[in-house]
């Protein structure tokens, strides 16, 4: 099975730089956000795609609405593909956490809870389940529609990594990372994106 990790869109948080807060007020997709998922759309058009599977929180939906009506395929709801339990942090300015925890990103893989983070490993189970499901159920060809730690944590899965090395990845808004699962996973390609997204890198003549 291939399996197709899309990041969602630009959201509202991902503007204001705060910490999404989804209990009290799930961020949306900007209009930025609505043109990379229908850029991201465009391109799994060109693909078999079997399904469409989201997380259920406002901004991933929204992206997988927008790409199934590109591709024609209806969008199914998985709560393992949410984003990650961000306990305290939720709703706080990701910079006035890195100035009072710069290293809060330990807790993903310590055994602290000074904040309530969601441990890695369980990240990383649930999304692999969620694969594993879609397999058993027949699906060839899957669009998986998550957030930035759910795909980092599979993809560092696939290539057996872990810790802060995993930072290392770079998952945008709305790109695309491609997996294939049978019984085991191989990564093909991280966040894909169209080449004008990458005009930042300043390698462009």
Do not use: C
């Not at 300015?93 to 890695?120: C, M, Q």
């Not at 899965?157 to 294939?180: C, D, E, H, M, P």
């Amino acid at each position: 099975m291939l399996a197709y990790f899309v990041r969602h869109g630009e959201s509202e948080t991902n503007v204001s730089g705060d910490f999404p807060d989804d209990d009290l007020k799930s961020p949306h997709l900007t209009l930025r956000g609505k043109e990379q998922a229908a850029e991201a759309g465009e391109m799994l058009s060109k693909v078999d795609i079997n399904a469409i599977i989201s997380s259920p929180m406002p901004r991933t939906l929204e992206t997988a609405e927008i790409i199934s009506k590109k591709t024609g395929i209806s969008v199914l709801v998985d709560n393992r593909l949410r984003e990650v339990e961000l306990g305290t942090l939720k709703g706080r300015s990701t910079a006035e956490v890195l100035k009072s925890d710069p290293e809060w990103f330990n807790e993903y893989f310590d055994e602290n809870y000074r904040h309530g983070i969601e441990k890695y490993w369980k990240i990383q189970d649930r999304m692999i389940l969620t694969v594993k499901d879609a397999y058993q159920k027949g699906f060839k060809s899957v669009v998986f529609v998550s957030h930035l730690e759910p795909i980092r944590s599979i993809i560092a899965f696939s290539i057996g990594i872990g810790g802060q090395t995993v930072r290392k990845i770079k998952i945008y808004n709305a790109s695309i990372s491609i997996l294939k699962y049978e019984t085991s996973f191989e990564l093909y390609a991280v966040n894909i994106r169209p080449l004008k997204d990458y005009s930042f890198l300043n390698i462009w003549h």
